[in-house]
């Protein structure tokens, strides 16, 4: 099987995940690939990623791990298992990578939750929303290079209504501008239609709630795998987005969320919270 010339950063997690099974082991690549019957540098291609892995092998080597937890070996099997190009692949040479990673998280997330303090989440940003906020992108865009990420952005929304969406918002975010007034309260209105679909949920933070800000004021998605093990931790940095998966982190930011989301508004009161704003804007 030839070396993939793109690793997306699910297959980097697939192979990551059985380096961590192997450590656990004690064994070393040379020792796994010794007990596999193959040749040391394919277990280190599989886990860099960078070639696949069958389930009947997958399963073996779980077994030379001494992994006896099931459930994450069968989610590691549907992970490996995954064929044929997602619908993102058809914009890999018109936005960036990063783009790609992030549209394939949501794709094949159980549920996922995101706090935003400076944003309209990308999900439920309308599309003058969109063009207002890549207009002021440094460095500049041209009118092409926006109007993709518009149309991929676009795209990306189909998945709200599937599966569970939890978005808490700051109102920071809520009240900066991409544009101008009517764009403004176009998105918010947007936002109290969108909150309105099966199973998406919007809740808000505002200014006046006390004991926020020793709490994160990154942007953090968290997307549910099929396991718990398998869930990623997606946060928002000046030089891309970094993605986050030991049980360590895990356990930091399921954290972080839980408190943001005991102090932030429940549903109703956010929808006239929001509804309140979109009149005074």
């Known amino acids: 099987m030839p070396a993939r010339s793109i690793v997306t950063k699910r297959q980097q997690r697939l192979g990551a995940e059985l380096r961590k ?7 070393t690549a040379r020792e796994a ?17 960078r070639v696949g892995v069958s389930a009947e092998r997958l399963r073996h080597l779980a077994g030379q791990y001494a992994c006896d937890d099931a ?14 190009r997602g619908w993102w692949e058809e914009y890999r040479e018109a936005v960036p ?18 706090y935003q303090t400076v944003h309209i989440p990308g999900l439920l940003q309308t599309e003058d929303q969109m063009r207002g906020t890549f207009a002021s992108s440094v460095p500049s ?33 809520l009240r900066i501008r991409a544009a101008d007034s009517k764009v403004a309260r176009g998105q918010l209105l947007h936002i109290l239609e969108r909150s ?40 928002d940095t000046a030089h891309g987005g970094a993605y986050l998966d030991a049980e360590a982190q895990l356990n930091r930011y399921r954290a972080v969320l839980g408190t943001i989301e005991e102090v932030a508004l429940g549903v109703v009161e956010s929808r006239d919270f929001i509804h309140r704003l979109a009149q005074q804007t």
């Not at 459930?71 to 044929?84: D, H, I, T, Y």
């Not at 505002?206 to 994160?216: E, K, Q, T």
């Open 196 to 235: 309105e679909l099966p199973q998406v949920t919007v809740r808000v933070v505002p200014f006046d709630v006390d004991g926020v800000a020793g709490i994160s004021t990154t942007p953090v998605v968290y997307a549910n795998g099929p396991v718990p093990q398998l869930d990623t931790v997606l946060v």
């Open 21 to 27: 099974l192997r450590e656990r082991a004690g064994l």
């Open 33 to 49: 690939a010794q007990a596999a019957g193959i040749a040391e540098s394919k277990i280190s291609m599989t886990e860099a990623g």
């Open 141 to 173: 865009l041209s009118e092409e290079q926006r109007e993709a990420r518009v149309r991929f952005r676009l795209r990306r929304q189909e998945v709200l209504g599937k599966l569970p969406y939890e978005a808490v918002i700051h109102e920071a975010a």
């Open 71 to 84: 459930e994450f070996v069968e989610a590691l099997v549907a992970m490996a298992s995954e064929r044929g």
């Open 97 to 114: 990578a990063g783009y790609m990673n992030v549209a394939e998280l949501e794709h094949h997330a159980a549920e996922f939750r995101t």
